[in-house]
């Protein structure tokens, strides 16, 4: 069964990243700067387990906050452009990321081992789970423990007013603005909580993979954290959920056996799934019928069907 | 009409004829797991790996199989996944094949960072009953970082001595060309491989063996392997391995006026960076590349423009069992390189291992068959390589292969020197 916890691992790390993108795409705002918080947070709750052999809550609570207060730092000046620009200034926070960490040569011994983030060469042996006896059981339930918190709480989020906010200002941001809406405080608010989001899942990703390089932090990577959301649907969290599964657990590992093939396929696939359903896997029509067969939507048209 | 003994009587005959010339091949075969990039920029490596896994698999099983614990014989049966070259993908397979199927062993992957994130996942000390991760040994032929077998007690590699092979190509170097005193270089700094085999250990044996930087002395670089390595990364003219443009770098090599030019990156930039360079007529009097580009891909990409270039390897097709290994691997859609032809030594290699451990290939026996196969490993002293003998480094799970120098030379490459009888 290890093979499928890792993959549940998998899902699990990028549907948290994914949901990072989502908070400001629900806010209209296409961000690439999420993969930069996503390697803030794994370097620094890396180095804090391994270099100061800290626990890993803490230390994923510090990678989590890590890439939110970058996340808030780079919301003021990066919000000021709009769509493309912003796509842009965005890459080019997450390459400036990138190539810190590239650079970034911090070796200590510990325990008579050299440890720590080696430049080029990477940060090894981030191994707290297996060397704390964790199995990928264990780690396939703490990891699902952040997923299923950030996604109640983003769930919660689009049922009260904030997440009207959030969704008012994707829509039609003048209007929102017109209504009274602080747009510059909800693109930062957004901002950070993707960032923190993202960090968690840096953390998380990078206790799982016991290694971290730049090369883990990709623009290919950045495109994936948006791809998500956006070939889920933003209609409802689990959108995310799902645009995971099918793109981790079915383009990836379910099609390994096809060799050569599976590339080829990959991205005809995804086109496909654009193009039957351009809303996104999970859309509105999709979730109402949904709501409808559990009962608790409201049925279309406003009378009983015969 | 079909007369039944005339049917029964040869079949007899041969099961008893088969009884006694061997012990009879088992139904089950021994099932074995290779792994590496066959999709992305790094493909070949892969394909050509695969090539060779293909061809060593069936020379066992032509040769009578292997002999397990009870004597009976038993065929080798090989799968393959892609993992690209990607630190997930390689764990996720590593996982797979560990706990989804029964190969005893498994070998790959391509890439040094993904060698690095899923060596990573293996238990750390064998017996260590804290450690939850993977136990399942590997034997990897192509991941050349250096240092990445001692991660895990359960990772092994058949991967050469980049820091023995530079001293020694040094050292040759020095004696063989004694008017020549600079050097000058540049790498594709987004490669862990390339970027550290260049800035940790190529340039600091040309320091030990008196060579000098052609834009004047770099700060902190001793000799010693590492020493000043950030140092010589900023005084080099870098690429990236997406990188299909050279003019920059290219004037600054030529700029340098260096006798000598150090090329270390994998077979597509470098044949992006040799074609930029003759067309600026650079005429360096010795070219020096990494030991990842003595492979077929820049003789078929860049012959002219290499010419002359000298690099390291511990394969060309010099013994009669390396001809062989070349051949077959083209017969099966490959190249036979220093990594790919490494794919061959294991097979060879965990062959020997399986038939000494007493493997049982039982599916009970499955954990108790694989650790056997670790021990096994951990216990070879010397191995048969292709072109000579591989001595093992018994605490690093690392090897110490024979090598020798090659040149490319009207669109091959020929050994010009053969360290082998002095080592």
């Not at chain 1, 069964?1 to 400001?24: C, D, E, K, N, P």
């Not at chain 1, 930062?188 to 971290?212: D, E, K």
């Not at chain 2, 010339?21 to 021994?30: R, W």
């Not at chain 2, 992006?272 to 007529?281: N, P, Q, S």
């Amino acid at each position: 069964m290890a093979f499928y916890f890792g993959l549940l691992q998998t899902i699990g790390i990028h549907t948290l990243l994914g949901l990072s993108a989502y908070v400001l795409l629900l806010t209209g705002q296409l961000s690439l700067a999420q993969v930069g918080f996503f390697a803030i947070g794994a370097y620094v709750s890396g180095i804090l387990t391994v270099i100061f052999e800290y626990h890993i809550v803490p230390g994923l609570f510090a990678g989590a906050l890590a890439g939110g207060a970058f996340a808030f730092l780079v919301g003021f000046p990066a919000l000021r452009v709009k769509g493309l620009m912003l796509v842009v200034a965005t890459i080019a926070f997450s390459e400036i990321v990138r190539l810190f960490f590239f650079n970034l040569n911090w070796r200590v011994m510990v325990n008579g081992v050299e440890v720590g983030p080696d430049s080029t060469q990477g940060f090894r042996e981030i191994r707290f789970y297996a060397a704390n006896g964790w199995d990928t059981f264990d780690v396939v339930l703490f990891i699902w423990l952040f997923v299923i918190v950030v996604m109640a709480m983003l769930w919660w989020l689009d049922r009260v007013r904030a997440g009207a906010t959030l969704r008012a200002v994707g829509a039609d941001e003048l209007a929102a603005q017109s209504s009274g809406v602080n747009i510059v405080a909800v693109k930062v608010t957004a901002m950070t909580v993707g960032g923190v989001i993202a960090g968690l899942a840096g953390g998380l990703y990078a206790h799982s993979a016991t290694y971290v390089d730049h090369l883990t932090f990709s623009v290919l990577l950045a495109t994936f954290a948006v791809a998500y959301p956006i070939l889920g649907g933003l209609s409802s969290v689990f959108g995310t959920l799902i645009a995971v599964i099918f793109v981790q657990g079915i383009l990836i590992e379910g099609m390994r056996f096809l060799g050569d093939w599976r590339n080829i396929l990959f991205g005809l696939l995804i086109i496909v799934a654009m193009n039957f359903r351009p809303s996104g896997l999970l859309d509105g029509n999709v979730l109402s019928r949904i709501r409808r067969m559990i009962g608790h939507g409201k049925p279309d048209g406003g009378g009983r069907h015969a | 009409m079909l007369n039944l003994k005339h049917v029964l009587k040869p079949a007899v005959w041969a099961a008893a004829l088969s009884a006694m010339i061997s012990p009879a091949l088992a139904e089950e075969t021994i099932l074995i797991a290779g792994w590496g990039a066959k999709s992305g920029p790094l493909r070949s490596f892969g394909v050509n790996s695969e090539a060779v896994l293909k061809a060593a698999v069936k020379e066992v099983n032509d040769s009578g199989g292997i002999m397990l614990a009870d004597g009976t014989k038993a065929n080798l049966e090989y799968i393959y996944f892609d993992s690209a070259c990607n630190a997930e993908q390689a764990i996720s397979v590593a996982r797979k094949v560990a706990s989804e199927t029964r190969a005893l062993i498994g070998i790959g992957p391509t890439c040094s960072g993904a060698a690095a994130a899923m060596f990573g996942v293996f238990q750390k000390t064998v017996g260590d009953d804290n450690d939850t991760g993977l136990q399942f040994p590997i034997l990897t032929d192509t991941a050349v970082r250096n240092g990445l077998a001692k991660i895990s007690q359960w990772t092994f590699r058949n991967t050469p001595n980049e820091p023995d092979m530079y001293d020694k190509l040094f050292a040759w170097v020095a004696k063989t060309y004694p008017d020549l005193k600079t050097i000058y270089g540049g790498t594709e700094t987004d490669q862990g491989h390339s970027n550290g085999t260049y800035s940790r250990v190529i340039v600091q044996a040309s320091k030990r063996y008196g060579f000098d930087w052609a834009t004047g002395d770099i700060e902190g670089v001793t000799g010693d392997l590492g020493s000043g390595y950030t140092e010589v990364l900023a005084n080099s003219s870098n690429w990236l391995m997406a990188d299909t443009n050279f003019s920059v770098q290219a004037r600054a090599f030529k700029k340098s006026e260096a006798d000598i030019y150090i090329i270390s990156s994998h077979p597509f930039t470098t044949c992006g960076m040799l074609k930029e360079l003759k067309r600026r007529r650079a005429e360096p009097k010795l070219l020096i590349g990494l030991t990842s580009s003595s492979s077929a891909e820049v003789m078929k990409g860049c012959a002219e423009a290499a010419e002359g270039m000298v690099i390291p390897t511990s394969f060309a097709p010099i013994t009669p069992a390396a001809e062989k290994v070349a051949m077959l691997a083209n017969e099966n859609g490959g190249d036979a390189d220093l990594h790919s032809a490494a794919a061959w030594e294991n097979v060879m290699i965990i062959k020997q291992v399986i038939e000494s451990a007493g493997v049982e290939n039982k599916p009970e026996t499955l954990m108790a068959d694989r650790r056997k196969i670790r021990d096994g490993l951990e216990t070879l002293e010397r191995t048969e390589g292709l072109i000579g003998q591989v001595q093992r480094v018994q605490d690093e799970g690392e090897a110490l292969k024979p090598y020798v120098f090659v040149q490319a030379m009207g669109g091959k490459w020929s050994v010009i020197h053969d360290p082998r009888s002095i080592q």
